[in-house]
């Protein structure tokens, strides 16, 4: 597992404002598209409402005359040819309308009213009314319907652009400032967030989450230092009092343990140190390969060292820009971790900038690598034992460096740690990679 993991991946998903934007320029679509419908068919019933209301009162008028002067009027017929079936015939004196939707040339859609002249077997006098100018209406209303739909779509979509963005702004600041107390930043707040919504509660309450944590993981922090502090004096008194005791077995197992003991609060104020963002490293240029294979001397453990065929071809002396004291306790901490939890042979491979620390045993729980190193957990049971903070420390250093500590399982089997180590960087302040002498 990488330091830099920690941080969460934004990159790659679509942004909310585009989803947002989407959605209200689909909805804006919808709208315009139901309004457009309603208005056609609200106006085409309207259209042909009037129609028949004028066909009606055209053929009262018409038969009014013709009943009095026998003229006929308003473009009154009697038995016209194209009348249709259903007028065709009535059986009573009574006026009928029918509408026609079919169109000859110029005329049509219309609305036909009819009514006989007098009784059974008498001529009908009917009148037709054109429609199509006010059909020819309907189109240029749909026409400027369109139009104004698309221009205030045109409009509509920037605003939700805007909106959108504004509100997808707000809460990338939310989503950063958690994303940073996941990181470790246990200083990252999102602040005051305009507005009386729910985005600003989600980072009042992130930042109260944050502050609460910060509280109890400090108390945490300030309680590990204070015990490991109280127990560093009389854990010294019982290493001084055992090297008193005469040898024999008794004292060599007094011993180890009181060395165990004492290693362990050591480490536990490393930890506290690194919590507390109170280590920093000091750099220097040192051969990588050689402060490898003192790391590795140092602990006293079998394992292989080796250097890249390149630096070997070379004959040159390889150098990174690092603190040498902090990168020996990775390493040597990685050496130990692989002989107490794995199995020989433990091979050390130094490549460019990088280490890589291999051995053969069952290789990294599952567990481990997907949560990273936990304290006082060492894992599965077969990886031996320990008080789990070998790991810890390795990646607390790590950190300082600024280096990247990287876990992972050989495929035909073994743990692989990999250590990559910040580019070196010359006086312009610009990064290499390597730097051969």
């Not at 199509?132 to 739909?149: E, F, K």
Request: glycine share 10%; aromatic share 2%.
């Amino acid at each position: 597992m990488s330091v830099r993991s920690l941080r969460m991946p934004w990159a790659g998903r679509a942004p909310l404002r585009r989803k947002i934007a989407a959605l209200a320029a689909a909805t804006a679509l919808l709208v315009v598209a139901a309004v457009g419908v309603l208005v056609h068919l609200w106006t085409a019933q309207d259209i042909r409402s009037r129609g028949e209301a004028r066909a009606m009162n055209t053929l009262y008028a018409a038969m009014d005359v013709y009943r009095r002067t026998g003229v006929l009027t308003d473009g009154a017929e009697l038995d016209p040819d194209d009348l249709p079936a259903a007028l065709g015939a009535p059986a009573d004196s009574e006026r009928h309308h029918v509408y026609d939707g079919q169109a000859d040339g110029n005329v049509g859609p219309s609305v036909w009213a009819a009514q006989r002249t007098g009784g059974r077997g008498s001529p009908v006098l009917a009148v037709q009314i054109n429609l199509s100018p006010d059909r020819a209406n309907l189109s240029r209303l749909d026409a400027a319907m369109a139009v104004a739909s698309l221009v205030a779509l045109a409009g509509a979509v920037p605003l939700a652009v805007y909106g959108a963005g504004f509100l997808s702004r707000r809460l990338g600041r939310v989503a950063e400032t958690a994303a940073r107390i996941s990181a470790g930043d246990l200083d990252a707040r999102s602040g005051p967030t305009k507005g009386r919504d729910e985005v600003a509660d989600i980072a009042a309450t992130v930042d109260r989450m944050a502050d609460s944590l910060a509280l109890r993981l400090r108390t945490e922090r300030r309680f590990t230092a204070d015990v490991a502090h109280e127990l560093r004096t009389p854990v010294g008194g019982l290493l001084a009092a055992v090297d008193l005791l005469p040898d024999g077995e008794t004292e060599d197992l007094l011993r180890a343990r009181v060395r165990d003991l004492r290693d362990l609060v050591e480490d536990l104020l490393e930890i506290s140190r690194l919590d507390a963002g109170a280590e920093e490293a000091v750099r220097v240029r040192v051969p990588l390969g050689a402060v490898v294979a003192e790391a590795v001397s140092r602990t006293g453990l079998a394992a292989e060292v080796t250097e890249a065929a390149e630096a070997v071809a070379d004959g040159g002396a390889r150098t990174v820009e690092t603190d040498p004291r902090r990168l020996e306790r990775i390493v040597g901490n990685l050496v130990v971790n692989a002989h107490r939890h794995g199995a020989g042979p433990v091979q050390v491979t130094v490549d460019g900038p990088t280490v890589v620390v291999r051995d053969h045993g069952p290789g990294f729980p599952s567990d481990l690598l997907l949560h990273g190193p936990r304290r006082f957990h060492t894992g599965a049971r077969e990886r031996g034992s320990g008080h789990g903070l070998g790991l810890t420390i390795a990646f607390g250093q790590a950190r300082v460096l600024g280096a990247e500590l990287l876990l992972a399982n050989a495929p035909d089997g073994g743990a692989v740690a990999t250590l990559r180590l910040p580019p070196v960087t010359d006086a312009r302040g610009v990064g290499t990679p390597w730097s051969g002498h």
